[in-house]
Every structure is written in C-alpha cells, then in structure tokens.
C-alpha cells in the first residue's frame, strides 16, 4: 500500500498542468484531506457499517462507492489502512483531485484550422480533421447527447443555448423532482461540485474551459454567427465538477466526477467529453467509467511525457470504452505539451491555438490536449447521428481506423479524420454479425443463456474474418464484476460470400448474480478492413 501511495503522490505532481499561471506549482491539494472513496464486497444499497466511524457522505448507486467523512483527526492514510483490515471492503482510495488540461493562451485568432486547415494560421492546408468534407455526410442530431464535464458552461451562449441538452421529464424551477431520478429541476444539466442545478460556469482560475471545451463538441454550426462546433447540431449535457481548491486553482475531486458519471448513465447518455486529469490512479473513477456503458473520451495530458511509462489517469486507466486524446498542430505535429503513448493514448486531433466559444459571449483561443479531447467527443456524436445504434467499440473503431497516419506516437499511429470515420457507415461492414437471443432476456443467476449467432459476408469473395463472443461485467458479478469474459473464440471463420449457418452457443451464468444488474453479450468480427459488433442486452430478475 505504501509503495502504491509513494507512487500516487509523484504522478500527481507530475501531472500538474496550468504552467503560466499565477496559482500553478505549489500549494494544489492531491486529493481531500478528510474523505476517502470505499467499495465494499457486499453489493446492498444499505448504509454500511464502517471500522473507523467515518460518516456517509453519500452512496453512489451506480459503481456501489461509499464516499466518507473521516472522523476528525484521521488521516486519509490511516482511515484507507483501517478499511483495508475490514474483510468486507473491496477496497479504500482517496478523494484525489484532478485538473484541467487546457494551456491558457490569449492571443485571439479567427479561424478554425482544426476543422478545415487551409494554412490561413501558418500552418499546413489540411492537417485537420476533415469537418467540412464530413458536413456533407451529416451535420448531427439532436438525438445525441454530449455529456461534458467540465467547469460548466455559459447556458445562455448565444452559440450554444440551441444545443443545450434539455431533460424531457423535468419541469423547470417547480422544485420538484419531476422525473424521480434523484435530482430537482435538473432540466439543463447539474452542477456537482456546488450540488445544485445551475452547472453556469464556475469563475475564478475555472475560467471559461468549460464554454470553450462545450463549443467544440457543437457549437451551432451554420446560424451566421460566431463558430461551429465538430457537431452543429447536437444535446450538450453540461456537468459542473469543478470548484476551486482552497480559493485558487480548479480542481475536480473524484466524487464529483463519480456523481457527474453516475448521472449521466442513469440518463443512458452514450459520449462524454473529459479534458481533464493528471491525478493518480483511483480505483473508484476507474470501476465507474467502466460501469457507464458508454464512450469516455479523455485528455492524454500536457506534461510533455510517455502515458506508456508515466500514466496520467483517467486516461491511462486500461478500459475498453475510454478513448484517450493526444493533441496536433496546425502542421500536424505532435503538441510539445501533449502526452503520448503507442499503448496508453488513442489518437490525435487539433489543440493548439483552438477557437471556440468563451464567457460573457466571447470568443477565446485555448491550447491543450483539454481543447483536443472534445473534437473526437463532437466527431463520435456525428458517428452516432449517422448511426445511432452504433455500440462503444464499433464508434472507436471507426475513430482510430479512419485516422490519417502520420506516424504519431498514439495507437492508432493519427490524426483523427472525421470524414473517413463517417465513410465506414456509408456501406456495409465486409462481413457483419448477428446475435439473436434463445428465449427470454430476463434471465437468473445459474441459467444457462442460449444464444444464435450468425455471420454475413457481404462482399464477392471468400474473407477470413476474426470473430468472437465476450462479455464485459459491470456490476452484480461480485469478483468478476469490471472482467472481460470471451465467451467463444477468438476464432477466424473462412467465410463464402452470403449469409452464413447459424450457430446456437449456451452460456452458463454464475448463481450469485446480482438481481437488477444487466450486461451484453457481444458477437464482433473483424476481418481487417471492417468491424462489426452487436449485442443482447439481458437482466437478471427474481
Ligand atoms: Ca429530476
């Protein structure tokens, strides 16, 4: 645990962004002095009993968290060594604080060369991620919605009040909770760090991050004033986790970050935008990206630095469904600020010298892997307004496939190119696969699931195509929850041109599933040139 809290407190310092301003560098808190984040064992929604007399602060539902109040005197050191001795705790971590991962930078430009690079800005004609080409396939919809955490947003923004994201079963400042999900007159979003339904932007060293980072997902695009986002039509869910650490710099402390995914699962959000990070691992953050069911879309960083050797988390952490962002310039070089990683970091897209919106109606130019991060959150909305069944994988595929390679150090070797990604959905996958439920999908712990799956080969020729079964747990699994189960394969089929047989495959579900809890069975191929996944979703009842 010591060598683990050693190693906490350097990627933390580390990871500290915000060179150039006044509050940068020496006084910023790691993590809250007397809160710790505890998962127990048990998954009960009742109060726990706690070995160190720390009071409940609250109970995030979704990742089954305690965040507590320590006693007064304790340290987070002693309380997380306490809880540790406790056999029912799965773990104990703190409340460590993140930061924003934006470049402050003042000098006002008027031209958006990350969407379409002309060389108006000095820089290449074309490095850019292809938004004018990619408008002509869609512009977005309203039918996908961003979450943005951030340090809130100007709402009324004459840019972006059109696409501010709306709660359709909330009714607006009658103090009630109209649509029973636990928060009263959230209609535009929610503001955790203050715990109110205003997420307005928090002022001071927050500055306008948030307004920038939210007119880059979608902007309105088209409407003859100002800029446009990556989307110009899109729902932005603006989510305030942002408050300033004793008065200064901007921080987020991880139980607000629990909070704002938390509410952005329960309302089945799919995207969303994190520019954000540097702190240390937390188990808790990591247990409820995973358990969101939806694309995390996070900053590398701007230390300069390898994720690869020196993780910068929520970025580094190991989850399928995050998405972590690098950041090019206008000649389509690697930022000198921006984190990279052939294994830990995703892709590239435009954060140097971005213009988007700004408080007070401004407009603002700002560099960071921050200002990178909410293109690809605005270009996996237009994935998802051209197909809105897409699943996570199947958007991050096209993401990471339809870069230009330029040979950057990320995974997918590129810049991201948004014209390229929206090409896969224009024809069909070469070989596409379908999972087709046996019986009912309401299901109980020690049944055995059955299940078809068939496979098409919608080309001429013969294709090998590598396919599989698995499962990723969430919740409700008890020690398996958060595992990758492959169910079937991975196998390459040799595919004739057409529709292949079915094949019926049976799963046994364990017995101690958790009632409530749902999870997918995924059949996916990948014959190399396309990808193609799809799933039943089953709930294990009574
Ligand atoms: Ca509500």
């Not at 340290?75 to 799965?90: C, G, R």
Request: negative net charge; hydrophobic residues 40%.
């Amino acid at each position: 645990m010591k060598t683990k809290f050693l190693i906490f407190l350097l990627t933390i310092f580390s990871g500290l962004i915000f060179t150039g301003t006044a509050s940068a560098g020496n006084s910023q808190l790691a993590y809250a002095p007397d809160e710790v984040l505890v998962k127990y064992k048990e998954t009960t929604t009742a109060a726990v009993a706690n070995n160190i007399n720390a009071t409940t602060i609250k109970y995030f539902k979704q990742s089954k968290i305690y965040h507590l109040k320590l006693p007064k005197g304790m340290s987070v050191e002693a309380a997380i060594s306490l809880l540790q001795q406790d056999p029912k705790v799965a773990y104990a971590v703190p409340n460590n604080i993140y930061y924003l991962n934006q470049l402050p930078n003042d000098t006002f430009f008027t031209q958006m060369w990350g969407l379409n690079n002309t060389g108006q800005t000095g820089g290449t004609s074309g490095a850019d991620i292809s938004a004018a080409l990619a408008w002509d396939i869609t512009t977005g919809s309203s039918g996908v919605v961003v979450a943005v955490l951030d340090t809130g947003m100007e709402l009324n923004h004459a840019d972006l009040a059109a696409n501010l994201w709306v709660n359709p079963g909330e009714i607006a400042g009658n103090g009630i909770d109209d649509d029973g999900n636990g928060f009263i007159d959230d209609v535009n979003g929610w503001n955790f760090a203050n715990n109110s339904n205003d997420p307005s932007p928090t002022g001071g060293s927050c500055g306008g991050h948030g307004t920038h980072t939210a007119g880059t997902v979608g902007a309105v695009g088209n409407n003859g004033i100002g800029v446009s986002g990556v989307s110009w039509t899109v729902q932005i869910m603006p989510l305030n986790i942002f408050t300033l650490i004793n008065g200064t710099s901007c921080g987020a402390f991880s139980s607000d970050i629990l909070a704002a995914i938390g509410y952005y699962t329960m309302m089945n959000v799919r995207i969303s935008s994190n520019s954000y990070g540097g702190g240390g691992y937390n188990q808790a953050v990591s247990d409820a990206i995973m358990a969101s069911n939806s694309l995390f879309v996070v900053a590398a960083g701007n230390d300069g630095l390898d994720n690869d050797t020196t993780p910068s988390y929520p970025s580094s952490y190991p989850l399928i469904n995050i998405l972590s962002v690098a950041a090019t310039d206008a000649n389509d070089l690697l930022a000198s600020f921006s984190n990279f990683g052939t294994l830990s970091t995703d892709i590239a897209a435009p954060g140097v010298s971005i213009l988007s919106t700004g408080v007070n109606s401004t407009y603002t130019i700002k560099s960071g892997t921050s200002m990178s991060t909410p293109h690809v959150a605005g270009a996996a909305a237009l994935l998802l307004a051209q197909d809105p069944n897409l699943t996570i994988q199947e958007m991050k595929w096209r993401l990471m496939n339809g870069v230009d390679n330029l040979a950057l150090p990320v995974a997918s070797g590129g810049r991201m190119n948004i014209f390229t990604s929206l090409q896969y959905g224009q024809s069909l996958p070469d070989v596409s696969v379908t999972m087709t439920p046996v019986g009912s999908t309401d299901i109980r712990g020690g049944d055995i699931i059955y299940y078809q799956i068939q496979f098409t080969n919608n080309t001429a020729n013969t294709i090998n195509a590598a396919s599989m079964v698995y499962l990723q747990t969430v919740t409700g699994f008890g020690s398996l929850d958060g595992a990758t189960l492959i169910l079937a394969g991975p196998i390459t089929l040799s595919l004739p041109p057409g529709i292949s047989p079915v094949s019926t495959l049976g799963w046994a579900l364990p017995s101690g599933v958790a009632i409530g809890s749902s999870f997918s069975l995924y059949g996916v191929t990948t014959p190399g040139s396309s990808f193609d996944e799809d799933k039943i979703t089953y709930t294990i009842v009574p």
